[in-house]
């Protein structure tokens, strides 16, 4: 099972990549967190170019999506919201309208912020977003305020409440996907 982390902050250092890397780190046995870095590159949403061939970027982004089993964002909040740069990666995702790649996929969404909250207004955004593109968002969320302070030198999470709300949303974006798996099936 793979699941595809898309970090929403481009910064070299950004705490959700870290928050991202902690997933890989915590995910169960026979459960492979991929991190697609690949949010700078997105050329900005155009509608005009969906008739043509995309840019190699966003095939690139779709088909990550499409291969996975199951999708967990993290997300920074910039003024309040989501970054530009993961809404833009949404809307590439969202389309083609009558076959998006975001279509039944399980989500879930995390954040961290230097805040105090975690980048809680953040993931409701997102999570709104994505389900209006046609993502399965499961009820499960982590928010890491004070990220500046929440991971140590190697990337980890400090606090061991925290290290384990993570594994918990990992354990039900993977059951969201085992039970898209079992329907599938049947």
């Known amino acids: 099972m793979r699941i595809l982390s898309i970090p929403g902050s481009i910064r070299r250092d950004s705490h959700n990549l870290k928050l991202a890397r902690e997933a890989q780190r915590l995910a169960p046995a026979g459960l492979e967190v991929a991190i697609f870095g690949g949010l700078a590159a997105l050329p900005h949403y155009n509608e005009d170019e969906e008739s043509g061939q995309p840019a190699s970027t966003v095939l690139e982004l779709r088909t990550a999506i499409a291969e996975a089993d199951g999708l967990l964002f993290a997300t920074p909040e910039y003024n309040g919201t989501i970054p530009g740069v993961l809404k833009n990666a949404v809307d590439w995702a969202s389309r083609p309208v ?53 991971f140590d030198d190697q990337g980890r999470l400090k606090d061991p409440a925290q290290r384990e709300q993570l594994r918990a949303v990992v354990d039900s974006l993977k059951s969201a996907v085992e039970e898209r798996a079992a329907l599938a099936r049947a």
Do not use: H
């Not at 805040?115 to 997102?126: D, I, R, S, T, Y």
């Open 98 to 150: 009558d076959d998006p790649v975001l279509r039944n996929k399980p989500a879930a969404v995390i954040g961290a912020s230097t805040g105090a909250f975690g980048a809680v207004w953040a993931q409701a955004e997102l999570r709104k977003s994505l389900g209006i593109a046609g993502a399965r968002v499961i009820d499960a969320e982590l928010a890491v305020p004070f990220a500046d302070a929440a």
